[in-house]
């Protein structure tokens, strides 16, 4: 039913930070019924404006409110959200899921969970309401239909089969996905969402986006936020640009959304590699790699190799097997000992250890994200790469400071270096993780979902700097991605994984059967 009166409302609303302004004198109103698209450079706050709107964070100065609710819940004329009204789904609440889940980044592949949850009983009605286990309700505020929405449900996002199997066992976009399903069950009147298709598969965004297109014909107000200009460009009703803490109302974006064959613009300077190149000393070297977790296979029968000179795409369906993979190279899957598997020519245990394996490797994943201590600053956070640490346990040369800083000048974030990731956005975060994985340069680069939170001009200038990596010779690079247009130049090879096993493997070809991903 359509109010004349909105859900939330921002006036004049201002909101200080450690380091100074955050939004200045913002007016937005978003009304029932609505579906609103948020668009804004990493780091300007989109996030905290969807949190700003779910009643998070104290003013500084302004007001805001939930006039709609305030006939049932006087207190929303004080700010405060009503509760079980509004859901806001994104990066932050899914790093606070998995951490309630494991205790440590690498816990997924291990069998150590604090709470054994199964995604059943995640999309229990006591769950997705946000009951407390000390609470006492006669009535459960939940849908009649509840579950036979929740059948429905599973099946438009794809979680059916995966009822009995843990939440921490998830990948980055099952995990996503299981978030959207319990938000979508607990019928709020506002849904927030922030990037709601970062870390999903093509295949899996296409029906996403359908699915809530559904939900808005259904009447679900929406508020959202996108980095990427192609993802739900039909769902907005109206559009805000984030910058400068100022968010301004403008015309619905026209824009053209065709996907293009890689990133535009690179560096200029840097030259294209060849397609194929001679073949070098072996890399990676996987032969028969099968990784099995109680009934369920993760890998079967995967041989891979990797030669120097060339450079890797690796695809495949939410939960087919490519973080896994990474893990196994890395060293943190507790099977790396386990399988045939040789990183730079040697196998863990042999000849060499996970310490000295990480000094050769740079890495970046979404695990990685959610469990790095958010008490270390930015500067602290890139010169952990030269250990390969998660945290500093010693003091830095005089090199590595300098190489820090000329990394962190690059990209522009010099002024945020002494900074706490506490205090920064998601999406510096993640480009600070870029940094830490290439700051020492590595002989073998695993990127899994690199630019995911990041917005286009920051995936631009980093594709060119994986490029100019490419060229010069010394890094390897394996890139695990959803987005095919969003791979640099050098990439020669490309391995497609489905259900654990490898559908392709070889020279880059996305004109074949292998381009669905």
Known sequence: MTTELPLVELREACLEGPQGPLYRNVNLAVFEGQCVRVVGAAGQGKSLLLELLAGRHRLTS????????????????????????????????????????????????????????????????????????????????????????????????ELHGLEERLVAQLSNGELRKLLLAAAHLSSPRLLLLDDPMGGLAESTRERLAAVLSRWKGEGQTIVYTSTHEGELPDLATRCFTVSDGRVTEHARLTVSYAVTA?????????PAIPPLIEAGETIIRGSNVQVRMSAKVLLEDVSWHVRKGEHWLITGPNGSGKTTLLALLLGDHPQSYACDIEVLGTRLGESTNLWERRRSVGYVAPELAW????????????????????????????????????????????????????????????????????????????????????????????????????????????????????????????LQLERGRAKHTGPLDLSGPERAT
Not at 74 to 84: K, S, T, V, W
Not at 371 to 381: A, D, G, I, M, N
């Open 371 to 494: 469990h790095y201590p958010r008490e270390v600053t930015l500067r602290e956070l890139v010169l952990s790469g030269f250990c390969g640490s998660i945290g500093n346990y010693g003091a830095a040369s005089t090199s590595e400071l300098e190489t820090t800083q000329a990394l962190l000048a690059t990209f522009k974030l010099e002024n945020l270096a002494e900074r706490q990731l506490a205090i920064l956005s998601e999406g510096t975060v993640r480009l600070g993780l870029l940094l830490r994985a290439i700051v020492h340069q590595p002989r073998l680069l695993l990127l899994d979902e690199p630019t995911q939170e990041l917005a286009q001009s920051e995936r631009n200038r980093f594709m060119a700097e994986l490029d100019r990596l490419a060229v010069g010779g010394h890094t390897t690079l394996v890139l695990v991605t959803h987005h095919l247009d969003e791979r640099p130049h050098c990439i020669t090879h490309h």
């Open 262 to 270: 890689t990133h535009q613009p690179i560096t200029s300077g840097i």
């Open 62 to 157: 302004g007001a805001r409110g939930y006039p709609a609710f305030e006939a049932n819940f006087p207190d929303a004329r004080l700010g405060i959200a009503p509760r079980f009204a509004i859901r806001l789904v994104g990066s932050a609440e899914q790093r606070k899921l998995s951490t309630s889940q494991v205790s440590f980044y690498q816990a997924r592949w291990h069998t150590l969970w604090t709470e054994p949850l199964t995604v059943l009983e995640f999309l229990s009605p006591r769950r997705v309401i946000g009951i407390k286990p000390y609470e006492v309700m006669e009535v459960l505020p939940v849908r009649r239909d509840f579950d036979a929405e929740r059948e429905r449900t599973l099946d438009d996002l």
